[in-house]
């Protein structure tokens, strides 16, 4: 596929301050970045996007490979399982499981499916499938910094995409838990987790989902700001080189528990790791696009 900026939002770049000191240590220290001019995808790939590649190409993400020397076993991913009355919060196996039926077209793994998902963000990819797809649509990943840049939609210092009120008016802007994580919900949205793309509304630079959802990765590999604090990104595991950013946090992010809806909120996933949560969505620089 020839890729182009159809559709794409244009941000046209500058010096932003990123990072946060207010929450979690990994956001330290505020540093003043500059980022050039570039283009972001409004809302991260769908599963209808994503099917389109896999049809066009025959691609199968790592979830669908066999494992190494175990024919006829799947690799799989993880799938968040709600429990049904409160469990202890150190412990993420109450709530997560890995299902070698899952993939980006089993969400839930087996039994489940996309009927009714086509506009919800595709789950369950590594980085390696995230940069495959990016290839395929001439396209590459962001930079955590520039993934920082957009999701502060030009709101310089604010906690929140949207300003420092996490509930503005009582107003739900994006898709992460309110209620008793991991069991309980109480914010009416669906118990199949994802949101469609375009449910909330977006930033003012025109993004939606920055915040909440899915997880995002990013180009960059993670450097540590040592933190010990909980967190929802799925089987996070000791550092190691293969470790990428991901951004944004996720339907699993909750006050109580995890508050990783910020832009300024990282965290470290190995390129191998994804789950029910992970997604992506894809960048161009301004001066990579051929002039008309």
Known sequence: MTGHPAGM??????????????????ERPLREVRVEPFR???GPVTNAQFARFVAET???????????????????????????RPVPLHDPSFWWQLDPAADWRHPEGAGSGLTGRQDHPVVHITHRDAQAYAAWAGKRLPSEAEWEFAARGGLAGADYAWGDELLPEGRQLANFWRGDFPWHREDGLAVAFTTAVGH?????????????NVWEWTADDYAERATSCPSCAA????????EKVIKGGSFLCAPSYCQRYRPAARQGLRADGSASH?????????AAIPAP
Do not use: W
């Open 235 to 242: 089987g996070q595991p000791a550092l190691a080189e293969t």
């Open 278 to 286: 992970i997604g992506f969505r894809c960048a161009v620089s301004e």
């Open 200 to 212: 909330f509304p977006a930033n003012p630079f025109g993004l939606f989902d920055m915040i909440g």
């Open 40 to 42: 972001l995808d409004p």
């Open 9 to 26: 939002c244009r941000l046209a770049g500058g010096t932003f301050t990123m990072g946060s000191e207010r929450f979690y240590r990994e």
């Open 58 to 84: 025959g691609y199968r993400t790592q979830a669908e490979l066999p494992l190494p020397g175990q024919p006829g076993h799947r690799a799989g991913s993880l799938v968040f399982r709600k429990p049904d």
